[in-house]
Each structure stands twice: as structure tokens, then as C-alpha cells.
T-cell receptor, first 114, second 113 residues
Framework: KAGVTQTPRYLIKTRGQQVTLSCSPI?????VSWYQQTPGQGLQFLFE???????NKGNFPGRFSGRQFSNSRSEMNVSTLELGDSALYLC?????????????FGPGTRLTVL | GESVGLHLPTLSVQEGDNSIINCAYS??????FIWYKQESGKGPQFIID?????DKRQGQRVTVLLNKTVKHLSLQIAATQPGDSAVYFC????????????FGKGTMLLVSP
């Protein structure tokens, strides 16, 4: 079974631009979560989607948004990019959105903001 | 212990040694815990998990111990190999009804041949 895939793998943007990242979960998985990883803050939860609905949201500004499609694929968008948004953005999928359901991660998208 | 920023705590071992990586979790309501391994340039890879109704769980060469009294988790790797070199994260699932994870800062494991 194929794992979680994320595109693009690398991205360079300038301040003020916006960016869209894509995630395809493991086949059959209906929950997709997004995390931001930086050297300073580690891995931080952004949001979780299940059946096209945002189930949970982390403590990030409204510039960060996401959505999920009927095939469970998900996108996240960051508008008005700031230098501090440079990070590895990780997507994880799980079968359900329930507590204790193992999350499997993709390789991430490395975003650099200049 | 945990560290902040670029200065991850590092555990250096020799090939063949047993390794123990420790983690303190924050939420006493958490009842599901996972260890992930992250190699350079890759996403976190699931290693082993444990639920709060257990104290110990074993996998292939790995054992996780859970001490709920002091909110402590440890990962033991037997006969450590160079391929085990990576950053190891513990994660807890504190949110009722969701699979959202809260991660520790990570520990870098360096295995010398």
C-alpha cells in the first residue's frame, strides 16, 4: 500500500506571496492532519480534517488554512508569507479521526520564504 | 531530558549497545503514546505505540515503557545499529475524540560502528 505523498517536496517563495501544499493520504484513510516543523518550535499541530470537515485546529494565525476533498486528499494554504513560515510542513493520515488512531507521516514539503 | 531549538539532546552509543531514550509528557489526560523516528530529509516514521492501560510493550528490537505516575515514557532499542541513527520523538494524544498529537522536542541518536 502506498504511503502518504506530499507535493511539492521543495518550494521557495518570497514574503507576501501565498502558497498551496498538497497531501494524498494512505488509501482508505479518511483523516488528514498537518504539522509544521521548525528547529525552534519542533513539531506543531496545524489542523486536522476528516470527511471534508475541519475537526481540530492548532494555535496558528488565520493566514494558515486548509481543506479536504471528497477523495480525502488535502491541501493547506498559507497567505501573505512571512520569513518565519519557513519550515517543513508535514502531513499525516489515519484511518479515522478518533483518539488513539495511529498517524502515518509523509515526507514533508520544505518551504523556504525569502 | 528535552532541549529547545537546534540543541537537541544527543545520545551517542556504539553499535551493538542497548539505547534508552527518555521523554516526559505533559498531559495527565493523555492515554495514547507513540514513538517516531525521523531521518534527515524524511518525515517521522512510526516505531511503536502504547496505550495507558499498559506499562510495557515490545516490538522488534524496541520496547516502550510507560510510567503514568511520573508522566514518563522511554524507548529502549536493543543491539543498536548504525541505521538507527536518527532523531526520535515521543508524541502523546491528549485531545478527547481526536487523533491530534503533541510532540516532544526530540532526541538525536548517534550510533558509531
Amino acid at each position: 500500500k502506498a504511503g502518504v505523498t506530499q507535493t511539492p517536496r521543495y518550494l521557495i517563495k518570497t514574503r507576501g506571496q501565498q502558497v498551496t501544499l498538497s497531501c494524498s493520504p494512505i488509501s482508505g484513510h479518511r483523516s488528514v492532519s498537518w504539522y509544521q516543523q521548525t528547529p525552534g518550535q519542533g513539531l506543531q499541530f496545524l489542523f486536522e480534517y476528516f470527511s471534508e470537515t475541519q475537526r481540530n485546529k492548532g494555535n496558528f494565525p488565520g493566514r494558515f488554512s486548509g481543506r479536504q476533498f471528497s477523495n480525502s486528499r488535502s491541501e493547506m494554504n498559507v497567505s501573505t508569507l512571512e520569513l518565519g513560515d519557513s519550515a517543513l510542513y508535514l502531513c499525516a493520515s489515519s484511518g479515522t479521526s478518533g483518539r488513539g488512531d495511529t498517524q502515518y507521516f509523509g515526507p514533508g514539503t520544505r518551504l523556504t520564504v525569502l | 531530558g528535552e532541549s529547545v531549538g537546534l540543541h537537541l539532546p544527543t545520545l551517542s552509543v556504539q553499535e551493538g549497545d542497548n539505547s534508552i531514550i527518555n521523554c516526559a509528557y505533559s498531559n495527565s489526560a493523555s492515554d495514547y503514546f507513540i514513538w517516531y523516528k525521523q531521518e534527515s530529509g524524511k518525515g517521522p516514521q512510526f516505531i511503536i505505540d502504547i496505550r495507558s492501560n499498559m506499562d510495557k510493550r515490545q516490538g522488534q528490537r524496541v520496547t516502550v515503557l510507560l510510567n503514568k505516575t511520573v508522566k514518563h515514557l522511554s524507548l529502549q532499542i536493543a543491539a543498536t545499529q548504525p541505521g538507527d541513527s536518527a532523531v526520535y520523538f515521543c508524541a502523546e494524544n491528549p485531545y478527547s475524540g481526536y487523533s491530534t498529537l503533541t510532540f516532544g522536542k526530540g532526541t538525536m541518536l548517534l550510533v558509531s560502528p
